[in-house]
């Protein structure tokens, strides 16, 4: 019983870590209908910059995402008109993006991998190997911080959404793209931004892994599909189900790791993705769209 | 728009076409006995074999990835699985990957009938996502499978041959799979199941109302495009006698592929093999000037999204729509 | 001087076909118009064209003497013309309110937006009922009531419409028509596309047969109903249009 508890105690501080991820993915999906095979690749760009930031500034891998989200949201402008803009209305976008994004991410994973080899890396801020004991009970500290961060910036994302201006675009440009741009939506600048604003989740996420996890150029791809099995298992696009989706598939790896040991953790996500997509393909809070 | 050819009969000027063929597959055939003229041959028979390899396996992807539209970034899966088949019956038993190499193909046959039974149920991103989860599925799984070498790797013994003769079995085998694939995605290409295929790739909902069993057609698409895949997964793995699931698994050798057809031409018969060409020759080029480098995995991105860009339907496609494709090349 | 002015269009998808093929149409200021013909003619694409959605690829659009060719959806609208897309277009999780607010998006003003959509709630008494309810637990006239008030948030000079009868039963089908001739009585110019050739030309001033991409025909609207071709190809096919828009 107490090893459950632990298990759900690991499995849910990790859990809102893996929903930043996956918000930024399933935010992209919904407004532009694209898979963002490149989302990790991203990540682990942003995982860099706080790497370094950490190791020759000693700037705090929590603090640095002040500096990676904007980065990020720039280079997500730069990617879109370089990507995407002239395809968008393509009728085969779907197709024709993950292949694109496929590219873009071994462009990024080449570029890192010249730069600084595929060596492993990790920070080791104090919190990192630090835990917060409460007996019987233990909760890792960092994973604690990065946790309570990503719901922060969860929230946020979330508030954005349902109060602004712009939110209210974004949202009428999930629901239904044609009405709104028969409302006089510019639909091409809601895609820019909400690409821009995932790929600066994507940073977000990408300096807070540098503490949880050890990451290498060629490591996106696992992360990948990982961030896919979630929020297939949410339903493509929505985000509360990518909250839940990433909280369940966490405690569910959590207790996989403990049973068969660490390296057969993954295995639990794509075992997931394939469940899912067996019995239930539009995920649990999706829409049967076309898909 | 072009429509499809109604009749299966082949075009005019088709007996030039088969003599070219036919001239090319018989320089191919004669190729190694040049080795007793030229030094250092072993290096050609290499990229050859390299070449015949990717050329049987882009081919054999064009029929899902280009005639059905269903794109697999998971097609290694096919190749690993028929590796470590003909891998582990040579080491425990044996039995030489030349003779088990057909059954390697096969079984990638039916697994991929059986993955293809689930997986094809999604349309889309869906699908593609699940080809690259059942890669990374399987490597986890072969990374902890200690009987086939678990992340080590397994070594297989080579045909015991002198150094210089040593490829050349090698060098037939992978010809006559790459041959036995493009002819197989040709006469897929020029019969009713094809059409249905690219009726599919259109409009699949249009292709179900028109009364073409689409759920069976995919499948049965999927499972063929393992078949030779498998075999010549077989043989490379027997060739390279090292079997290790971090290198027949990585996401590269199944972007290969994408690109290759990509850049060739998807859907069409010709593209594989003269993107598999262009893209080896480009690679050796690259790596004997650059030096071998992670950057070549950044120019392999890029050259994809310039592809995919600007020329979407790649050389074979683009040359044919603006009528500049060399009648010898068209193979639709 | 016409108030929107079509000379020669010809437009497509991608780098698909010519959809219309040097298209060329009249709209009178005050007028209703009709606009029929078989699937695939290219009627939603000519709305498309006017609205933005698409640019056409040769040919002029005017509107009041301004060229609309290359304007963004969100300028034609700026200009007062409103388009009311097929199915219904409405944002589905969001409330009745909310689509309404979203027809107003392109105003700066809250408190503009705030009264155009009281006037609108004015019009369509039973969208005020159900204002906090999400717009995909409305029935089917009322969706598309929905999608007609929000057009009118903009208090547009031109409306289109595309098939708003669509799927819709024969009662609600005539409630919805009759919301068209009440448009027009309103002083907007109205432009409808229907597959029920007979019940929009009823309620139009003006008919124009829609073929392969051109005009091939217009009149009055009582003249296009009459006319023995226009019988014999589209109102013969009426009954079996609307078995269809029953499914």
Known sequence: ?291 | MAKPPLTLKSPPGSRNKRLFIAGMLLVLLLIPFLRFVIDGFNYWLHMFLYIFMYIAMASSWNIIGGYTGYTSLGHNFFSATGAYFSGVLLVYFKISPFLTAPFAGLLALVLGLVFGLISLRTRGPAFIISTIALVLLVKISFDNWDYIGGANGLSLPLLDLDVSLVKIPYYYYMLFTAIAAVYTAYRIRHSKFGLGLRAISQDESKAEVAGIPTNTYKILAFAISGLYVGIAGAIWGYYSTYLQPKTLMAILVAAQLVLMTVLGGKGTVAGPVVGAIVFIAAEEYFVSALGSSELNIAAMGLLLAVVLLFFPEGIVGSLKSRGRLPHILDWD | MALLELENVTAGYGHGPDILQDLSLTIEAGRSYCIIGPNGAGKSTLMRVICGLLHPRQGKVTYKGEVLNDMRTDEVLRRGISFVPQDRSLFPDMTVMENLRMGGFILSSRKDLHNRVEQVLQTFTILRERSSQRAKTLSGGEQQMLAIGRALVLNPEVIMLDEPSLGLAPKIARQIFEIVRQLKDLGMTVILVEQNARMGLESSDWGCVLDLGTNSFEGPADTVLNDPRIQELYLGKRRESRRESWK
């Open chain 1, 1 to 291: 019983m107490t090893q459950a508890v632990q298990l759900l105690i690991i499995g849910i501080s990790l859990g809102g870590v893996y929903a930043l991820m996956a918000s930024g993915l399933t935010l992209i999906f919904g407004v532009m209908r694209i898979v963002n095979i490149a989302h990790a690749a991203l990540m682990i760009t942003a995982a860099y910059a706080s790497y370094w930031a950490f190791r020759l500034y000693h700037i705090d891998p929590i603090v640095s995402i002040l500096i990676s989200m904007p980065t990020m949201f720039v280079l997500g402008m730069l990617i879109y008109k370089l990507f995407f803009q002239r395809i968008i209305d393509s009728p085969r976008i779907g197709e024709l993006t993950v292949l694109l994004t496929f590219a873009l991410a071994l462009i990024l994973e080449g570029i890192l991998g010249y730069f600084y080899t595929n060596i492993y890396r990790s920070t080791n801020p104090s919190y990192a190997t630090r835990a917060i004991l409460f007996d019987p009970f233990y909760l890792p500290q960092g994973q604690f911080y990065a946790t309570l961060m990503s719901l922060v910036l969860i929230a946020l994302l979330w508030a954005f959404l349902q109060y602004t201006k712009t939110g209210y675009s974004i949202r009428a440009t999930m629901q239904n793209r044609t009405a709104a741009q028969v409302v006089g939506v510019n639909v091409n600048r809601v895609s820019m931004i909400a690409f821009s604003i995932g790929t600066a989740l994507a940073g977000a996420s990408g300096s807070m892994m540098t503490f949880l996890f050890t990451f290498y150029p060629g490591k996106h791809w696992e992360w990948v599909a990982i961030l896919l099995s979630l929020i297939v298992l949410g339903g493509m696009g929505s985000l509360l189900g990518a909250l839940v989706g990433s909280i369940m598939l966490a405690i569910a790896s959590a207790y996989v790791s403990f049973r068969l040991g660490p390296t057969w953790s993954p295995i639990t996500f794509f075992l997931a993705l394939f469940l899912i997509l067996l019995f239930r393909p539009q995920g649990l809070f999706g829409h049967k769209a076309e898909f």
